[in-house]
Structures are given as structure tokens and as C-alpha cells.
């Protein structure tokens, strides 16, 4: 991967359904260009794919994450596990790794209740395996762009959010299925979904700038291979203790500060804060905890991170609708 892929991987991490046109004239290059290196990223697995970033409040979901230690594994018993998470569409995160926790999981549901179930047929097939886990409740999750992946560091980086006291709005089938073959692939093209979906080109726009203009669809942005790419990444999280409000943004600003912290979740639970790092292992790794340990030691009170060796799955909200994929 040379700079021009790091910066068409930029540009599509600011907004995964730009116009190659509009990343061209950007980066100086041609539209041709964009396309083939695009191409190449995903035919080569650094890209795996681009996604929405949903409210999924107002599209009526309820989110848990759950942090797995597991045991009594074998390769076959580690496949059924696998091939049940990956055909359940409700589970939206699916995370292997090495450290505090074995598995991660992200569960979008249709309510507490749904969750529950959700958990409970988990635990009903896999219990055997499940040496123990946490569950958090996430309550605002921040994305900060990858400023690593341009060199341009320390800036104050935007914002896209989730998680706000909002209530459910009532979608339509066809925006339901606009917004589902979105989730699928962020940069599905307008004649293509709206052939899928049996409405014109002309009414898939006006769906697609609804569900921006409401905030359902917060950003557009990327699920890169992170070991492919070199900065592998690391779910970190925090108990804090005496916190309070102008204690709670200086750290937010910190974080949205710094060039390799790329989400922020504020959560409840047994932890108050999970942070998704992305940075070599080791010593790099090391010295960003040990920074935020000492710079924030009067606030930071146990801080356990997982290595995240594979992400098959990251999403907000499940796809609704998987035959229009």
C-alpha cells in the first residue's frame, strides 16, 4: 500500500460514499485512478467494506455489547460457535481476541426483551463455553477519522455520533430497504438499489437524503483489515472514578485529539468507557495506555485492553432485508 491508497483510504473513511470523482480532485489523481486503486483495496482484503454509521435508536433498535472469556474450545466446537454468530443477524459486532476478552460481541435487538432472548438462546447453545462475561449498555458512541492514515495528527478531528436521547421514527418499507441495502454496502449505487427495491433511481436519493437529513445515518465510513494495515486494533476498557464533567471532556478531547483512537463509547455497566485504538502492538500500544494513565491518573481507576486479531463482522444495525444484498 503506497501514500495514494493511505489517502484514498482517508477519504473514504471521512465518507465512504463520495464520488470518485469528488476523491480525485481531492488527491489530484483521476476518477479512473480512484476506481482501480478502490478496487485493488477490496480485492486485497485491506478494505473489507464501507458501512453507515446508524442511530439505531431512531430506527428502532436497542444495542448491548458483550465482552466473552471462553473455554473448553476445539476446533470444532470454535466453528459451530462461529458459523451460529455469523448466521445470527441480530449480533452486528462479532470481535476475536487475545486479552481481557476472547470474543465481542454487539447485539442489536428490537428492545431489552429482544436482547435478552438473544442472549438467552446464546447462552442455552454455548454456555460450556462461556467461562464468563460482562455486558455494558453503550449510551453515545463517537467515531473520530483515522487522522493516522494522512499523517495529519493532533488536529481536532470531526465528530460523528450515536446514542442521543432521540425517539423511534416510523420508516417505510422502502426507506427500511434503502437504508438495509446501505448497511450492506455504503457505496451501493442509487440505479442499483433502487432496481433491487423496485422503486426509480429518482425516489432511492430522495429516501437516502431523508435518512441524512433525520440523523438515522450519521456518517459514511470504512471497515479496513487492521493487520493488513499495520495498526491493528485494540478495544480498550476503563472504570473511571471522580468524574465529573469537565473532567469527562477533557478526556473526550484527548481522545478526539489523538490520531490513533478512533471510537469513543460512554457506557453502563461494570465499565464507564471503551475506547477502539489503532496502533502497533507492543510498545506503541504501551505508551498510549501509560500517557492516558498518567495524565489522567486522578480520573482513570482500571483500564484492561483486548488485542482484536479479526473483526468478522461491524455494523450498527443488522440488514434487514439480506435478499437485496
Not at 486503486?37 to 478494505?47: I, K, M, N, S
Request: with cysteine.
Amino acid at each position: 500500500m503506497d501514500l495514494l491508497d493511505r489517502k484514498i483510504l482517508y477519504e473514504l473513511d471521512r465518507n465512504s460514499r463520495q464520488p470518485y470523482s469528488q476523491i480525485a480532485k481531492k488527491l489530484r489523481t483521476s476518477p479512473q485512478v480512484v476506481k482501480y486503486r478502490v478496487e485493488g483495496l477490496l480485492a486485497g482484503r485491506l478494505l473489507k467494506y464501507c458501512w453507515p454509521m446508524v442511530e439505531y435508536r431512531k430506527a428502532g433498535y436497542f444495542f448491548g455489547l458483550y465482552f466473552f472469556k471462553l473455554r473448553n474450545m476445539d476446533e470444532d466446537s470454535e466453528r459451530r460457535l462461529y458459523a451460529y454468530l455469523e448466521g445470527n443477524r441480530h449480533i452486528t459486532i462479532i470481535m476475536r481476541g487475545e486479552g481481557y476478552a476472547d470474543l465481542i460481541l454487539g447485539i442489536c435487538a428490537k428492545g431489552i426483551f429482544h436482547l435478552n432472548d438473544v442472549v438467552r438462546e446464546l447462552n442455552t447453545r454455548f454456555s460450556e463455553h462461556f467461562l464468563e462475561y460482562d455486558a455494558t449498555i453503550p449510551i453515545g458512541f463517537s467515531q473520530f477519522h483515522r487522522s493516522y492514515l494522512s499523517g495529519a495528527e493532533k488536529e481536532a478531528r470531526e465528530i460523528a455520533f450515536t446514542g442521543a436521547d432521540v425517539k423511534e421514527e416510523q420508516l417505510s418499507e422502502n426507506e427500511r430497504k434503502v437504508l438495509s441495502m446501505l448497511n450492506s454496502d455504503a457505496r451501493a449505487p442509487l440505479v442499483e438499489m433502487g432496481r433491487k427495491a423496485g422503486i426509480s433511481e429518482i425516489t432511492v436519493r430522495e429516501i437516502v437524503k431523508r435518512l441524512e437529513r433525520s440523523g438515522i445515518i450519521q456518517s459514511y465510513t470504512i471497515l479496513p483489515d487492521h493487520v493488513l494495515l499495520g495498526k491493528p486494533r485494540h478495544r480498550v476498557l476503563f472504570k473511571l472514578k471522580n468524574l465529573n464533567a469537565k473532567k469527562e471532556k477533557e478526556l473526550f478531547s484527548y481522545c478526539q485529539l489523538h490520531p490513533n483512537i478512533v471510537h469513543h463509547l460512554r457506557v453502563l455497566g461494570n465499565w464507564d468507557l471503551v475506547l477502539d485504538i489503532e496502533v502497533e502492538r507492543g510498545e506503541p500500544f504501551r505508551k498510549i495506555i501509560q500517557e492516558m494513565k498518567y495524565r489522567f491518573s486522578d480520573i482513570i481507576h482500571r483500564v484492561e485492553p483486548t488485542y482484536i486479531y479479526e473483526i468478522g463482522r461491524f455494523r450498527d444495525i443488522p440488514v434487514e432485508y439480506p435478499e437485496l444484498e
